[in-house]
C-alpha cells in the first residue's frame, strides 16, 4: 500500500511538473509563445508590443514576469508593463503579479503585459526574451523573443517590411485613409482592425505595392480600435484609431 501511495504521488508531482497553461497570442489571437517575433523600430522612437496571456488550465494562474536582454547596445532603453505597473528599464523581473482565471486571457488593457523599447540613435538589430511563469508553479512557464529590427540602415529591412501612415483622419467617420509602401521583395500586405477585446473585426488585402487606400468604416461601431499592419504575415507596426458618429 505504501508503494502505491508513492507511485501516485510521483505520478502527481510529474504532471504537475510538466503542465504548461500559460498561452501567449498575438493581437489576433495566433498563438505565439516560445517563438521569435520581429518589429520594426524607428531610430530614437518608443515601440510598443502588446502580447495577449491566457491561462489554458483548469485552475487560476499567479504569473510573474521576467526580462533577458540577448542584445542591447547601451544607447538603447527597453522595459515592460505588467500587473498595472510600467517598470523602469532597469527593472528585469516584475514586483507585481496578474492572477488569469481558468479559460481567460489577459490583454494590455486588463494590466497585461506590454514590451517598450527604443533604439536611441545606434539603430541596429537586437533581441529581448520575455519569461511568463506561474509562481506556484515554475515549469508551467513560456516565452517569447522579440528581435527588434532597424527600419533604416540595416540589411535586414531594405527589402523586406514595407511603410504605413497613420490613419487619417483619426478620429474617422465613415472613411479612412492610409498611405503605405510594401518593399520590394514583400509579396502581400494586409490591414486587420481589432477592437478593445483584441477580436479582428475588419481585414483589408492591399492589392497594390504602394498607394492610398480608403477604407470604409460604416460597418463597424463608434468607439476605440487598433489596427495592424501585416505585410508576409508579420506585424510591422499596430496603431490606435477611434470611430465617431456624428450626430
Sequence with gaps: ????????????????G???????MDEDHTVISNTTIDISVDSSTNTVKEILVKNAGSI??????????????????????????????????????????????????????????NSGTSCVTRSVHYKFYNIHNFSDSTGITLRYLCSTGVNELTKVGGNISSG??????SVVSFKYDLKEFSEKGEIKFYNMLG?????????????????????????????????DDKIISTKKMVISRED
Design 1 to 16: 500500500m505504501k508503494k502505491i501511495a508513492t507511485t501516485l504521488v510521483l505520478i502527481s508531482s510529474v504532471i504537475f
Design 18 to 24: 510538466f503542465s504548461q497553461n500559460i498561452v501567449l
Design 60 to 117: 487560476a494562474d499567479t504569473i510573474k514576469v521576467v526580462r533577458t536582454i540577448y542584445s542591447i547596445d547601451g544607447d538603447d532603453q527597453t522595459q515592460f508593463c505588467w500587473g498595472g505597473l510600467c517598470y523602469l528599464p532597469a527593472t528585469s523581473v516584475s514586483n507585481l503579479t496578474t492572477v488569469i482565471a481558468p479559460g481567460d486571457t489577459i490583454d494590455f488593457l486588463e494590466d497585461g503585459f506590454h514590451a517598450i523599447f
Design 168 to 173: 487619417y483622419p483619426n478620429p474617422a467617420n
Design 199 to 231: 477580436k479582428s473585426v475588419k481585414e483589408v488585402i492591399l492589392t497594390d505595392k504602394q498607394g492610398v487606400t480608403k477604407i470604409n468604416v460604416m460597418d463597424m461601431d463608434a468607439g476605440i480600435y487598433f489596427y495592424s499592419f501585416i505585410v
